[in-house]
């Protein structure tokens, strides 16, 4: 209230009393105005006939009309069904209100904006029907809203099922594999074959055999993505493991020309580890830090594997001088299935598996990288 409203000790006159009403009237009014203005909902008012007397900010932006272009009209033409506008303004009538759930409305452009519609009966001072007001509320953010549950639910549901599907994978591909190891030992000691026939026969099958074995890898990384198991708690050394994977990644090193340097801190680094998991992760960035060399292009290709220990902590850093990684793709590379690899030879799935794997073993993974001069990966490990 203000200071000019309050009245004062000497008794106000009719038209003082009169005045001051009309004052605090048109005050609420006007508060009344802004809320229904700034309101995100589409709100408007109808007369007696049905036709519009207010329409608020929020409808000009939910169905692009402007409040000059519809006050004047009846509020039916906005509706994508106009007789059962009617028959809700109807309704509300006799029963004083209508609800009515994703209700359509015509936007100005064409399309069909969907809200939950409630109308209100609006009734004079003796009591008569005066018209009514409608408060919409746009559905579309809710709907997505649900939309998004119902998908990340999925997205759980899938990863869920991915450990089953990967083992009923497994299986047929175990069997195409040994069936296809057969076939190349007959096809090689076949009798009156033509060596064109064998050497396309021998072919075709090599080319089954390298894809089961990526099938197998890749049921195999998503086995140990799924895995929910506690990582096994045995004594290894980390350094005999590096050599070990190494020597598996060996024939891949030697036919890109590029060199694994050991730089181990002096002895052996013990640590209580799942042997398995801690391979997967080696295999895993020493398998990108080669592709990374090779993908440079350059001679002096190096793989460096260099271990250190701080108290309770092992770090494990494999650096490669290979082609660095873009800003771009540093956003990307914990993805799952996001690879820059050409289509066949990379799955996407070894860092957010490095990443997923160290976090059940409690440690921490990083990386450094420039791009043209290479990257580090660098794992640490609590001892035990
Ligand atoms: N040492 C690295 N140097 C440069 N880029 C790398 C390096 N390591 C990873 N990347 C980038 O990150 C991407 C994702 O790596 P990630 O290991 O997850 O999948 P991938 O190697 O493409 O496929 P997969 O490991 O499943 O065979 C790679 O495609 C590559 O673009
Ligand atoms: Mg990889």
Redesign the pocket.
């Given at each position: 209230m203000e200071s000019n409203d309050v009245p004062n000790s000497r008794s106000e006159t009719t038209s003082e009393v009169i005045a001051r009403l009309e004052r605090e009237c048109s005050r609420a009014r006007r508060h009344l105005a802004t809320v229904l203005e700034n309101s995100s909902d589409m709100v408007f008012a109808t007369d007696a006939d049905g036709i519009l007397v207010s329409f608020n900010r929020g409808g000009e932006r939910a169905i692009g009309y402007s409040s000059e272009q519809v006050m004047g009209r009846p509020a039916r033409d906005l509706a994508a069904d106009p007789s059962e506008f009617e028959r809700l303004e109807a309704l509300s009538r006799t029963e004083g209100r209508a609800t009515h759930q994703e209700y359509p409305f015509r936007h100005k452009d064409g399309h069909i904006v969907r809200f939950d519609l409630s109308l209100i009966a609006i009734t004079d001072s003796d009591g008569r029907f005066a018209g009514t007001s409608s408060v919409c509320r746009d559905t579309a953010p809710m709907k997505k809203f649900h939309d998004d549950l119902i998908r990340v639910d999925r997205l759980a549901e899938i990863g869920r099922t991915a450990s089953g599907i990967a083992h009923e994978i497994n299986n047929p591909v175990a069997v195409i594999g040994e069936i296809s190891g057969w076939i190349e030992a007959v096809v090689g000691d076949a009798k009156g074959m033509a060596r064109e026939d064998r050497e396309e026969l021998e072919t075709a099958v090599q080319h089954i055999v390298k894809q089961v074995k990526r099938c197998r890898g890749i049921t195999r990384?998503l086995l140990a993505y799924a895995r929910d198991s506690e990582p096994a708690q045995t004594s290894l050394d980390v350094h005999e493991l590096l050599r070990e994977t190494v020597s598996f990644l060996n024939p891949e090193l030697r036919h890109k020309d590029i060199e694994a340097v050991f730089d181990f801190m002096e002895g052996s680094l013990l640590l209580q580890s799942d042997k398995q998991m801690l391979e997967q992760i080696f295999v895993?960035?020493i398998?990108?830090?080669i592709?990374?060399v090779k993908?440079k292009g350059e001679a002096g290709g190096r793989v460096v594997l260099k271990t250190s220990r701080d108290g309770s902590t092992v770090q494990i850093r494999v650096s490669?001088n290979?082609?660095?990684?873009s800003e771009e793709?540093q956003k990307r590379?914990?993805d799952l299935f996001?690879?820059?690899?050409p289509a066949g030879?990379?799955?996407?799935?070894?860092?957010?598996i490095?990443r997923d794997i160290i976090g059940k073993l409690g440690g921490e993974f990083s990386f450094e990288?420039q791009v043209g001069e290479?990257?580090t990966?660098i794992v640490r490990l609590p001892t035990g």
């Amino acid at each position: 209230m203000e200071s000019n409203d309050v009245p004062n000790s000497r008794s106000e006159t009719t038209s003082e009393v009169i005045a001051r009403l009309e004052r605090e009237c048109s005050r609420a009014r006007r508060h009344l105005a802004t809320v229904l203005e700034n309101s995100s909902d589409m709100v408007f008012a109808t007369d007696a006939d049905g036709i519009l007397v207010s329409f608020n900010r929020g409808g000009e932006r939910a169905i692009g009309y402007s409040s000059e272009q519809v006050m004047g009209r009846p509020a039916r033409d906005l509706a994508a069904d106009p007789s059962e506008f009617e028959r809700l303004e109807a309704l509300s009538r006799t029963e004083g209100r209508a609800t009515h759930q994703e209700y359509p409305f015509r936007h100005k452009d064409g399309h069909i904006v969907r809200f939950d519609l409630s109308l209100i009966a609006i009734t004079d001072s003796d009591g008569r029907f005066a018209g009514t007001s409608s408060v919409c509320r746009d559905t579309a953010p809710m709907k997505k809203f649900h939309d998004d549950l119902i998908r990340v639910d999925r997205l759980a549901e899938i990863g869920r099922t991915a450990s089953g599907i990967a083992h009923e994978i497994n299986n047929p591909v175990a069997v195409i594999g040994e069936i296809s190891g057969w076939i190349e030992a007959v096809v090689g000691d076949a009798k009156g074959m033509a060596r064109e026939d064998r050497e396309e026969l021998e072919t075709a099958v090599q080319h089954i055999v390298k894809q089961v074995k990526r099938c197998r890898g890749i049921t195999r990384q998503l086995l140990a993505y799924a895995r929910d198991s506690e990582p096994a708690q045995t004594s290894l050394d980390v350094h005999e493991l590096l050599r070990e994977t190494v020597s598996f990644l060996n024939p891949e090193l030697r036919h890109k020309d590029i060199e694994a340097v050991f730089d181990f801190m002096e002895g052996s680094l013990l640590l209580q580890s799942d042997k398995q998991m801690l391979e997967q992760i080696f295999v895993n960035l020493i398998s990108n830090a080669i592709h990374a060399v090779k993908e440079k292009g350059e001679a002096g290709g190096r793989v460096v594997l260099k271990t250190s220990r701080d108290g309770s902590t092992v770090q494990i850093r494999v650096s490669d001088n290979g082609t660095g990684i873009s800003e771009e793709n540093q956003k990307r590379m914990y993805d799952l299935f996001f690879t820059t690899k050409p289509a066949g030879k990379g799955t996407g799935l070894g860092l957010p598996i490095c990443r997923d794997i160290i976090g059940k073993l409690g440690g921490e993974f990083s990386f450094e990288t420039q791009v043209g001069e290479g990257t580090t990966f660098i794992v640490r490990l609590p001892t035990g």
